[in-house]
């Protein structure tokens, strides 16, 4: 199974955080786990605006170092995005969503709203 993480799995995954374990038998089955660079993308607004605090670089390399694979944003992602229904407003979880059908693969999230647009989403 391909696995697309969303953001906040992925920084869960990192740091080794208890709220991931439900999803741990997923990504225990899955043979390739993606780190969107959409989600590189919305850390960096984020942590740009201050309201994270986290070194990306560092972040980066550790998911690297985990073996965790970065997918590049897409033409294609994007013209995904033109056929999703309005469940969720936030633009990155929308990309995400878009990637996950374009490709496909398997979305690990923990937000209803994401996981309301396909039944890729695995919801934990």
Do not use: N
């Amino acid at each position: 199974m391909r696995l697309l993480l969303d953001t906040h799995a992925l920084l869960w995954l990192l740091a080794d955080d208890p709220r991931l374990k439900p999803a741990l038998p997923t990504l225990r089955q899955a043979d390739e786990i993606h780190v969107s660079a959409a989600s590189w993308w919305e850390l960096a607004i984020k942590i740009g605006m201050g309201r994270l605090q986290y070194d990306l670089p560092a972040l980066r390399q550790a998911a690297a170092d985990s073996g965790l694979l970065e997918l590049p944003v897409s033409g294609q992602h994007t013209e995904a995005l033109l056929h999703l229904p309005p469940h969720h407003r936030d633009p990155f979880d929308r990309l995400l969503v878009a990637q996950a059908l374009t490709e496909p693969m398997r979305l690990l999230t923990h937000d209803e709203q994401v996981a309301r647009y396909t039944e890729l989403a695995i919801r934990f």
